[in-house]
């Protein structure tokens, strides 16, 4: 088992940033891939980025790439996401998941353990 506990959401202007963190406890933080998703009202969960174990590959969602980056500290059991440029489209309930597996996925199926979520509002 794997818990994960988000923080750093907020209001925020458009343009401006957040950072997004995800503390996980419980098992052994580098053998997940880590991923972020987040949900707006009235939307599916739509996936945002992936990093593998070791941080050596990251994937975006296009309507965040350049301006989104997810990154993993794996002595601190954290994942994050730096969201820059922010639009009021990327209002959401902002989401973090575990994967035990070595390969990453933009599926939200594949994931095993959801964060509780937290909201990211960006006021035009």
Request: charged share 20%.
């Amino acid at each position: 088992q794997v818990q994960l506990v988000e923080s750093g959401g907020g209001l925020v202007q458009a343009g401006g940033s957040l950072r997004l963190s995800c503390a996980a406890s419980g098992r052994t933080f580098s053998n997940y891939v880590m991923a972020w998703f987040r949900q707006a009202p009235g939307k599916e969960r739509e996936f945002v980025a992936h990093i593998n174990l070791s941080s050596s590959s990251t994937y975006y969602a296009d309507s965040v790439k350049g301006r989104f980056t997810i990154s993993r500290d794996n002595a601190k059991n954290t994942v994050y996401l730096q969201m820059n440029s922010l639009k009021p489209e990327d209002t959401a309930v902002y989401y973090c998941a575990a994967r035990e597996f070595r390969y990453s996925s933009s599926r939200s199926y594949d994931y095993n353990y959801w964060g509780q979520g937290t909201q990211v509002t960006v006021s035009s």
